[in-house]
């Protein structure tokens, strides 16, 4: 659980890198490969997930460009990619199941692969660790966001 910190109720594991102002967590591998999604804040802000759809894969694409979009009951957004890169694989299972991003953002409601461009350049534009912490705190502060709610069946990411 020392990985895994609590900002306002919201889970954010310290081993990611973050786009704070957007909600996106990105997932670094060794194989030069990124997984992205939604963070807690971001599931929380929106409600429950309805709808999940995605950019056609094999295709390579820039920074802040759409590579899926979801609805909830409060939304409409879009998963605009901090990593540039070739979309590789989709969670084929969030368009039947799009409130797995509630209930498990960081692992089952992962959002997209990507197969990185420039992988050490694209993260050392992102936030992680206590940084990202503290400006998860600034930005809930700023905006008068209110604490994380989780849903029934939430699962902490492992």
């Known amino acids: 659980m020392n990985d895994i910190a609590l900002v306002r109720n919201c889970v954010l594991p310290r081993t990611l890198y973050y786009q704070v102002d957007r909600h996106i967590w990105v997932r670094p591998s060794s194989d030069n490969t990124v997984t992205l999604g939604f963070t807690d804040v971001a599931q929380t802000t929106a ?14 694409y820039r920074h802040n460009k759409v590579v899926a979009l979801v609805e909830s009951g409060k939304l409409l957004g879009a998963l605009r990619t901090p990593i540039a890169g070739t979309l590789i ?18 692992d089952k409601g992962w959002i997209a ?9 694209d993260l050392a534009k992102l936030t992680t660790g206590a940084a990202a912490l503290a400006a998860y705190e600034a930005l809930m502060d700023e ?3 209110d604490d994380c709610i989780h849903c029934e069946g939430y699962e902490f990411p492992t």
């Open 89 to 106: 694989a989709v969670n084929e299972a969030l368009p039947q199941d799009a409130g797995l991003i509630n209930r498990s953002p960081y």
């Open 113 to 121: 692969r990507l197969e990185a461009a420039d992988l050490a350049a």
């Open 143 to 145: 905006k008068n966001l």
């Open 47 to 60: 409600g429950g997930m309805l709808t999940v759809s995605y950019r056609p894969t094999g295709k390579f």
